[in-house]
């Protein structure tokens, strides 16, 4: 069984996006698509309410108490679950990975594009952030609702009363699971540098141009990345000391490559590099599968035309494995055999805990020791080194 906790920025998305039937027919899997709170709703924190910073992550472990108990009911299997999600679905593995109260509610894990080394001090790529910040967010949201300051349990009852909508559109674009909380004792980048987490094999993966679409939005926007204008752009969004002058060293931008430049930049710094070192943690410990999605010609997730071609970007490898929103996306015959390669390989993780098989002709073998790169008509093991050097991770290392 696959139990799948869909992407969003854990403020957008629903598990009824992601139509499923490729995957359950192909690979002879039981799918099981959640919703959970978002925004908000699942993650603000508040010291006189119980389990608040939590709530979303919380919500996924009672899908997954419901799996074990109810799936034997449609053709499912409660002692074979993997845990898959995609972006904040898969930092929810993550969390899910180190929480103590998800013990025994999956066996295998599976994280797209979520990290669980991520850093909170980075844009783009939401983690997990600390109880007294997210008190802090919180109170500072209720004091724009008209509901602080006031004696604790007042302002808990006025946050209450507040309309569903007039919460959302005033809670900002910054939702993350809340540590040093029962649900979430500690942040999972730090659980996992101390080996403190469930014993369950992983498959692990990103995108190889994971940054491309935010630096194309951001672009979009009215912000035009040359030659002239990186080190500011690269200071708004790096502002750290020193960390500007470093990348626009590391990252040198020429008059016509301006948004691929900083699409690396994202992309290197929020996905390939912390996706490399959750690798190393977990590989320390458990069975690891390392993957990343190639195409440089996926099809476009979204209607317009982009200021720069976007490469695999973040997201990109969704309609291969699934129709999103009930719609499958136009793809060349090479891209249908990579997407019947890739639910084969996840499927294959899902029921036998590896994603090998040596004896088929579609979806060549798989090493534990190298990332496998997917594309169409070439699906080719690297070594985890070479992937490490292409995304500039010593550089990043560097950087703390």
Sequence with gaps: MIVWLHGGGFTTG????????????RGGVVVVTVNYRLG????????HLPGSGTFGLADQQAALRWVRDESGAFGGDPRNVTLAGES???????????????????????????PCTGRSDRPFAPSSIPLADARAAGADLATRLGCGPARAQE??????????????????????????TDLLPHDPAAALAAGHFHRVPVLLGGNHDEGNGW??????????????????VAATFFPSPGQAEGIVRAYPVHETDGGPVFGAVIGD????????????????HVPLWRYEFADEHAPPLTPGTPPFPLGAPHAGELPYLFDLGGRPREMTPAQHRLANAMIDYWTRFATAADPGNPDDPNSPPWSRHTVLSLAPDHITPARAGAF???HHCAFWNTLG
């Excluded at 996905?271 to 590989?283: D, I």
């Design 88 to 114: 904040a679905g898969g930092y929810s593995v993550c969390a899910q990975l180190v929480s103590p109260a998800a013990a025994g509610l999956f066996e295998r894990a599976v994280i797209q594009s979520g």
């Design 269 to 284: 710094a929020d996905f390939a590099c912390p996706t490399a070192r959750t690798g190393t943690l977990l590989a320390a």
């Design 155 to 180: 302002v808990v009852a006025c946050l209450r009363r507040v309309p569903v909508s007039r919460l959302l559109n005033a809670q900002g674009v910054d939702q993350q699971p809340v540590n040093e």
């Design 40 to 47: 908000a709703l699942g993650f603000l924190a508040h010291d």
């Design 14 to 25: 629903a598990g009824s996006s992601y139509d499923a039937h490729r995957m359950a027919t």
């Design 388 to 390: 490490s050097a292409h």
């Design 215 to 232: 630096a194309a939005g951001i672009i979009q926007a009215g912000n035009p990345v040359t030659p002239r204008t990186w080190p500011d």
